[in-house]
């Protein structure tokens, strides 16, 4: 069933009118009277119906019908309880004028129909003196008669007109509220100001209304209009429309907003192009109201403070300066980007201060350490680089101390070969001065055999052994000078070996160069040992190139030397046989003489030329010990260099490590 709204507080009025009526009815009504079983049982009967139809149709428009129905019981328990006072009857015309509540034309005729059916009724019943348990009917406790009763019937008839009159003016002017209440219930829920009162339009409440809402709508769509070109960013635009009252006061805020919106956002501009410029020094107009300048410029300035302080300690860090940091309050992103910057420099500083530990470690020849921090991007490159650095840094002293004990060992078995070739070539001048002299003293023998022939005989045997002596002598000088040229060959082998390892040296020492200048100023004094151990290779080159050159001038002229001694052989040979002969060729002796004389002669001079080539030899030999005695100086004092580093045969393993 459905329950109008507005009947449901009238009914509820209602109730609370008929309830009260029991205890006038039931208790003070038949005092004086005696009726009190009548009384008290028509407010029993009429107070259990008014609950039972208030809560089975209350919001309906049968309860008001029922209602005014129960007010004429009510007066017809009044009037009968007290007998038929006269008095009582005018309870009848205040219940009618309690039916107005209900604004129903159909509430009053119902009314008044049950009062007037009751009063026929009971006129009929009191003329014909009827009782219902002994109590008699009474409509008036005076003279009953018909005209009375249309009397009453008539001053009903009259109220009920009024009040049907006026009821009907009541509910028109309910229903244009209830229809102006709906129209704005609608407009407050879905805020839509289009609506308008449709029915009752005549109605000056429905043409306020409307008016009302059409002024509201016109300000709305502009306001809208407005807010609208200012979402768009268009701050031209303004309420023009004319309004009043509140209306034209809210036209009033909405343009002066519009407005200040308009001067903000042109500060904003002026702002966000400074910003766009560089400029964080930019604040907004003074002209600006409200909280929103303060903000904007503690943003500005807080953000120009960051900045500011950001660039200084980017010309710090650009002037090698790591201990500075962002110091000043920031927040959110500002926060998070001091945050970073400031945990960027610590990186950079503990990175760099480790590359400088590291080549503090490097210049003072600590290569067994390497950087095991882990860094990020570039930083861990350069980490890497250094540690291959250190890596091979540390391998190539290492192979420079083994290079260099190799070069120790044959500097020392250069310096024993040319301590031996010296002794040897001085013991075969020597023997070669006594070979000299020997045949110094055979030419003398010769002359004086060709000036005193007759002594020939005499002095043959003496010749004889002399000649066997020289022939032995020269035999064995031609095993010296074998021996000599022998050992001219290996000292050339040495010497070449020499050659060869100083080139390896000086390629060694140019890679070190190379390694040094990539490592920069760290590889600085790794880069002036390099080129120690370079100048100690090329010089080592040099004194082979010239022992070299030296034992190649010995060798030729020990080759020379030993051909002229195997001549002089083959000649002391065929003397030893001509002395062997002289007896019996005595007379050829004399003719043969001279010529022996010169031959002797030339033989004296090549022995004298050997013996110089001899001593040449020598000096060369000495050359050649002195150089390998510098060379062996020069490898100790490399040795001495190269101890100076601490180097690490595991470090490649130790750099795979920081790799992973």
């Known amino acids: 069933m459905f329950r109008m709204p507005h009947l449901l507080t009238a009914d509820k009025k209602m109730l609370f009118i008929l309830l009260g009526h029991l205890p006038f009815t039931a208790f003070l009504a038949p005092i004086g009277f005696d009726t009190w079983g009548f009384a008290m049982t028509m407010s029993a009967i009429i107070g259990t119906l008014v609950i039972a139809s208030y809560f089975s149709l209350r919001g309906t428009r049968w309860f008001g019908i029922l209602s005014g129905v129960f007010l004429m019981l009510f007066s017809a328990t009044l009037i009968q309880t007290q007998m038929g006072r006269i008095e009582m009857h005018f309870h009848i015309f205040v219940a009618l004028a309690f039916t107005l509540l209900y604004k129903d034309w ?60 006026y009821s009907r003016l009541m509910k028109y ?11 704005i219930n609608a407009v407050s829920n879905n805020g839509d100001f289009s609506q ?43 309420v023009q429309g004319e309004f009043k009252g509140d209306l034209d006061q809210l036209k009033r805020s909405v343009n002066d907003s519009s407005e200040s919106v308009t001067f903000t956002m042109q ?22 109201k409200g909280d929103l300048k303060t903000k904007v410029d503690n943003a500005m300035s807080q953000t120009e403070s960051i900045i500011s302080t950001l660039m200084d300690v980017m010309t710090g860090l650009a002037e090698g300066n790591f201990s ?43 290569l067994n350490q390497l950087i095991d921090k882990q860094y990020k991007g570039e930083l861990n490159t350069i980490k890497q680089g250094l540690n291959s650095a250190f890596s091979n840094l540390n391998a190539l002293i290492n192979d420079v101390t083994q290079m260099n004990a190799k070069l120790q060992q044959a500097s020392q078995s250069i310096s024993t070969d040319s301590n031996s070739l010296s002794e040897s070539l001085s013991h075969h001048a020597t023997e070669l001065q006594h070979t000299a002299q020997r045949m110094e003293q055979i030419t003398h023998e010769v002359k004086q055999a060709a000036d005193s022939a007759v002594e020939a005989n005499k002095l043959s045997d003496q010749a ?34 020499i050659d060869s390892i100083a080139f390896q040296t000086n390629l060694l020492a140019l890679n070190a160069a190379v390694e040094a200048a990539r490592a920069g100023e760290q590889g600085r004094g790794f880069a002036v040992v390099a080129g120690e151990v370079r100048s100690l290779a090329q010089k080592s080159a040099d004194a082979a190139k010239e022992i070299r050159a030296l034992i190649d001038d010995t060798v030729d002229a020990v080759e020379s030397g030993t051909q002229l001694v195997e ?3 083959e000649q002391l040979q065929e003397i030893n046989q001509g002395i062997n002969s002289v007896s019996e060729m005595i007379s050829e002796m004399a003719s043969l003489n001279l010529e022996q004389a010169n031959g002797i002669n030339t033989l004296n001079q090549e022995v004298s030329a050997m013996d110089e ?18 060379m062996v100086g020069e490898v100790d004092n490399l040795s001495d260099s190269v101890s100076q580093f601490e180097t690490d045969a595991n470090l490649d393993q130790q750099l795979a490590l920081t790799k992973k």
């Open 106 to 165: 159909l509430v009053v005729v119902s009314a008044a129909a049950v009062g007037a059916l009751h009063h026929i009724v009971l006129t009929y019943l009191q003329l014909n003196e009827v009782a219902i348990a002994g109590v008699p009917i009474m409509l008036y406790n005076y003279d009953c008669s018909w005209s009375i009763t249309f009397l009453h019937a008539l001053f009903v008839v009259i109220e009920s007109a009024v009040l049907i009159y």
């Open 173 to 183: 002017d309910a229903d244009v509220a209830y229809r102006v209440q709906a129209t």
């Open 196 to 238: 308008r009162v449709e029915q009752f339009k005549e109605h000056s409440s429905a043409q306020a209304t409307n008016t009302l809402l059409n002024n509201i709508e016109v300000a709305f769509k502009e306001i809208n209009q407005v807010m609208d070109a200012i979402a768009h960013g268009r701050f031209d635009q303004r």
């Open 267 to 288: 500060s904003l501009n002026t702002l966000m192009e400074g910003i766009h410029q560089g400029d964080f020094s930019v604040r907004m107009s003074d002209k600006v």
């Open 324 to 366: 500075q940091r962002i110091d000043v309050p920031a927040a959110g992103q500002l926060d998070e980007l001091k945050k970073n910057v400031n945990h960027a420099l610590d990186e950079v500083q503990a990175a760099f201060n480790e590359i400088n530990k590291a080549s503090e470690r490097m210049a003072s020849g600590k």
């Open 464 to 497: 004889r052994h002399q000649a066997q002596t020289g022939v032995e002598v020269m035999n064995n000088t031609i095993d010296s000078m074998r021996e000599i040229q022998s050992s001219s060959h290996k000292i050339a082998e040495i010497v070449g070996l």
């Open 567 to 569: 001549r002089s052989g």
């Open 613 to 630: 080539s001899i001593q040449q030899n020598v000096q060369i030999a000495n050359q050649a010990k002195d150089s390998a005695t510098m």
